[in-house]
């Protein structure tokens, strides 16, 4: 049994390499995919390759173009999503990638402090497990994977 | 033609009603839905129809789920989807929705202001149009079903 | 905004009656549907119009098939599905049309008793409101349509 | 030809060693799937790795989810799903998954004793075969697959 | 409860008239849709709109061509689709329509003698109900919409 | 039978004219539907309500998003595609409508003159008619929905 | 590239294995599946193993259940169809298969000599190409697989 | 991570061999697939297979017919779509292509010179991405794989 695994949301902390270490040393068979987590790489992928643009709406446009020609993808191919809401930033990118988890019928975990749950709570309703911790997550993988 | 338009997000500003009063003018036949805009009737939902709950995460849970049957129902029924970002609030329900109606394939438009381009720019890429004003949405609409 | 519900589940008691009733009173436009409530036609819809069977399980695969035309075709049309669970019988034909209502996306509502609560557990995690009491479905229709 | 067969119901017996026994004796290339069997881990699944509930309802919900990331995921893979109803308990999940594999679209086979016939009616006739022991099971997968 | 009923099938006997007799006669809401069945008016639908074409392989073509816009049609929209199997003819029109509502999962009811049976076995296994006469359609439709 | 037809393509003739024309002359009951064939208002439907963009890209970008509103939502309701390719100009869009009209099964029928065929063949072979004219498109209507 | 290819119909001639030594003499890289071709293995699958029925129907519906398990499996699995259509038997169970793959979207080609044209045309107007030898099916899968 | 890549268009210019080259030399693990690209073997795909047609319209139709097998096929299994417009030609095949590629869901990357721009701007609306050389397309798979 061979998971693909979304892991969608915040690119500031370390949760993505504390369940992917978790998984590994769990031994579980588990790929991980997720959007590029390179901050200023991400938001020049437009610009860099297919040429400047000066508003910085185009700039942005161009770039999330690009990147959803692999989150899309990754998301579409992959058995289960999960989404990080971390403390800051409004990352509705994440909450758009739990609707299209949630539309497509991709099982959903979401993973936020209890900060956030009042505002999450549509988000949260639509997640199969709600952690706080990366290592509850891993929990989960290695429950449903065993 | 008669078209139905969700409209999804913000609920503390007159948004709605200026989109409905100037497509009214315009003639348009157009059926608004969307979720409760009542607030507190909306946090309620659930408490008060199933019960009470002394977790505030339970309470929240409930009371999305039965906000859900309407929300769900109504977005999926609609032909265009229309979410709102509005100054406040982390309005992560509103890119939950866009993110359905995206992986739905609804015609999505957006509404927001320039200051929230580029935090929402995987939103704004997977919509078929970026308003800045209720009245440029009357404008769409009016174009669309002339 | 009018709203087909689909009432699947018991035969035996009135909960259907008093969900009618009550959403009457509240003057909401709904459209119920669901399955043939009269036992013995039920039973006899495959013999009585194609023919005797010998054999109980031919008399009730020929009956099913009958019954399935209407309710496959209701529960498909239907914007939301109220499945019950009485306190009698296996009501394995009521679990069965929830998974087919939670595998097409359908809003569920699950109405039953507390001490059926651990036994459908996998039911009501793929409802979005879990009811006791008729009324309270009447009261979530009231609310979500308004 | 390799298939993948997920086989839900009931956790008590011994039915999934003797199809899986018998299939490998058979030399068939069939991967297994199913739920977690271990009853007690399964009941907690959610409590034992997002934290405790007091109030069962929510413990049960918890792990319910827990649960259904595994289960689904695997039902949805899967090329054939065996449902088997035992003599005991009310086996609501069974008939939820059978209701899924139905509205899926997957081949169904379903696995009782004649003494569940009536009762099982509706699920039976959207099977494509209903056994009475697993050996027939087996010899099911071996006729199909040869 | 107003059906879509799509009439597949023989086009030589009075079988769709009889069932619409019965259907009016006992009041049912029933809109019966089905294929030209003016047999001439069918064979040169294509020709004798689209221009001539010596090949017959070509005329059929195109004939088929023009009718599979009206049957394609009316099949998808239809709520039930009956299929009819007469004495005569190979009929592999109304066994491909059989597969398409299979597909489709559009309830199936196949009308034909038992003359018929082993050779319809395939086709029959996809049907809820095998009927015999077409007054016996009527019995069903007056009992699944009542 | 109430038919809802897509017409797209070119706007530079009366072909819609004259295939609405024998329609109504024919007294069917078919409701056209199509894209705005006003040409530089459809051109300039992005920047007079979204505001001004200096490159051109952006300028068409805008406006065959809210362009888009209308022909994807018009062309998923429809029942019948037909694409009409004139004589002048690329006309990709027709040739883009075709394709999703394909993609979603919807009966395609083209309209063209015969210099066309080589360059449209892969078109033609996804469409179940190929007409030269409107009024063979208007005798199409009439036949298949007699 | 490596194919599946499904081959429906006729199981009296050598039509299989004249496309199976063709492709692997051309070195292709193809899975060909099908129904089980050995008739009497085929016509007593369900009593054989399900257990016997005295009824003929009944022991048809049996075997043609056991049967789906296989044709539903490996028609959906398949990149494209081939249905064979030889000078005999009323072979209804191709075309049914051929509604299917129309219904799935799969790549249809049909095989038959001219005799069958009339009789086919719809089945044909549904297919890619209308082949009369086994040969000719090679050359499809060695040119389109090239 | 392995991507499957369907190169559409234009094939008189070595456009697709500047791709591959590309990323072969950036190691990328990508399958590409397209079209037969060899002109005349393209357009005598039908009548050099399943014989001879007089007519220039039946020869395309053939050849049409046979070449969708392949297309479709690796159109469909494709992750990603780039579709090439040269300088030259109609390329009315490649805006269909898109079209498909738009309603099945798949990123779509248009390449074509600015010179095309207005003219395709209904396509480019629905693309991820508007590279204007190949060695583009390479850094977008470079980027979107890493």
């Known amino acids: 049994m061979s998971w693909q695994v979304y892991l969608s949301g915040e690119i500031h902390t370390d949760w993505r390499e504390r369940i992917e270490r978790g998984t590994a040393d769990a031994g579980l068979d588990v790929e991980f995919t997720g959007p590029v987590t390179d901050h200023a790489a991400s938001d020049d992928a437009g610009v860099s390759i297919l040429g400047p643009e000066e508003k910085p709406f185009w700039k942005d446009h161009q770039g999330a173009g690009v990147n959803a020609i692999r ?4 998301l579409q191919q992959s058995d289960v999503v999960v989404v990080r809401f971390g403390e800051q930033y409004r990352q509705w990118n994440a909450a758009f990638d739990a609707g299209m988890a949630a539309a497509l019928g991709k099982p959903l975990v ?11 709570k549509e988000v949260d309703r639509a997640a199969l497990a709600v952690a706080r911790e990366p290592e509850q997550v891993v929990e989960i993988l290695r429950y449903v994977m065993r």
């Open 110 to 120: 979401t993973l936020h402090p209890e900060s956030h749950d009042h505002a999450l």
């Open 71 to 74: 989150t899309r993808t990754l």
